[in-house]
């Protein structure tokens, strides 16, 4: 059984940054494909950024490219998502996502998920 823990959510004004961790519980974390989706209040969940494990390509939502940066530790067994120049738009519960098949952008994909911390942007 996989499992994944995020931290790091919390409020914040806009403008200012965040920086999301999520630890997964399993010694072949590298070879996990892994992402973070948003879901704000009465919104359906939105895909955020995605990061491949066998070569760390990344891919984005066009409304975070620029400002969010998805990457990995290997090591820690981390995945991160550092967020700058956050707008109110940005505040959902943020999760993140594990897979052993390929990047994507389809939460139906992801088998693992973590319980999700919550961002709140403040204007």
């Known amino acids: 059984q996989v499992q994944l823990a995020e931290s790091g959510g919390g409020l914040v004004q806009a403008g200012g940054s965040l920086r999301l961790d999520c630890l997964v519980s399993?010694?072949?974390?590298?070879?996990?494909?892994m992402a973070w989706f948003r879901q704000a209040p009465g919104k359906d969940s939105e895909f955020v950024a995605a990061?491949?494990?066998?070569?760390?390509?990344?891919s984005y939502a066009d409304s975070v490219r620029g400002r969010f940066t998805i990457s990995r530790d290997d090591a820690k067994n981390t995945v991160y998502l550092q967020m700058i120049n956050l707008k109110p738009e940005d505040t959902a519960v943020y999760s993140c996502a594990a897979t052993l098949g390929k990047m994507t952008m389809n939460r139906n994909e992801y088998v693992y998920w973590g319980p999700g911390t919550q961002v709140t942007v403040s204007s």
């Open positions: 399993r010694r072949t974390f590298g070879l996990y494909s």
């Open positions: 990061i491949r494990g066998s070569d760390d390509r990344t």
